[in-house]
């Protein structure tokens, strides 16, 4: 079967920096997407990785291996609004995307 | 540009009874793509519409149905509800299906009883 898997909830202190790690196993691969949904929102676009390597968006960067089937997203300089869920989520062969069950972040003072 | 929009954003139902959401996508995208979120479980693909076709369907029930008009806008129909299809249901549009991104709509919230 087809598996996303991420920490279900993770907590960081404002103004330090986080990695959220995705793992997956999926019949084929055509990208890797990172959401950010905040509570009782819907979930907005974060990055999108085809190839291995790191891609950075300001203060977000996320990071592919498909070797490894593996993906992070770093978030530097943490701020109380980066409190949210983000949600990890793989293309498949079918262009179907499976998603993970999200991490939940909790930024500290 | 308008968002993606749903309507409606909160809905009541008891088992039994059937429901129909819509969804608007942004001007301009012609794919439609509809997910149930639920806690713990993260967002499960229903179904993707593209030009009135479905174009890829996920494995739920043949309960739950959809379509897609002329101007793109979409509809999903749950019929005899069961208390676990309670979810928050999302739809999501883009340019063409294949796109680097989608774009969110607020969800409806369905509540069955």
């Known amino acids: 079967g087809q598996n996303i898997d991420q920490p279900t909830e993770m907590t960081a202190t404002e103004g330090a920096i986080v990695q959220i790690n995705c793992t997956y196993q999926t019949s084929g691969f055509n990208g890797l997407f990172w959401y950010q949904q905040h509570a009782g929102e819907a979930p907005t676009f974060l990055s999108y990785?085809?190839l291995d390597g790191l891609e950075e968006k300001g203060r977000f960067s996320s990071f592919l291996s498909r070797s490894k089937g593996y993906s992070y997203l770093l978030l530097k300089e943490l701020q109380m609004k980066d409190s949210a869920s983000y949600l990890c989520?793989?293309?498949?062969?079918?262009?179907?995307?499976?998603w993970g069950a999200g991490t939940k972040l909790i930024i500290k003072p | 540009k308008a968002g993606v929009t749903q309507t409606p954003r909160y809905l009541i139902k008891t088992r039994g009874q059937q429901v129909t959401l819509s969804c608007s996508p942004i001007?301009?995208?012609?794919?439609v793509s509809w997910y149930q979120q639920t806690p713990g479980q993260g967002l499960q693909f229903l179904f993707e519409?593209?030009?009135?076709?479905?174009?890829n369907k996920g494995n739920f029930p043949g309960r739950f149905s959809g379509r897609q008009f002329s101007n793109s806008r979409s509809e999903m129909n749950v019929s005899t509800l069961e208390l676990g299809d309670s979810a928050l249901y999302l739809c999501a549009s883009s340019v063409e299906g294949r796109d680097n991104e989608q774009f969110f709509g607020p969800g409806t919230r369905l509540t069955v009883l």
């Open positions: 989520a793989v293309r498949d062969s079918n262009y179907q995307l499976i």
């Open positions: 990785n085809v």
């Open positions: 001007s301009g995208h012609r794919s």
């Open positions: 519409y593209f030009s009135e076709t479905q174009r």
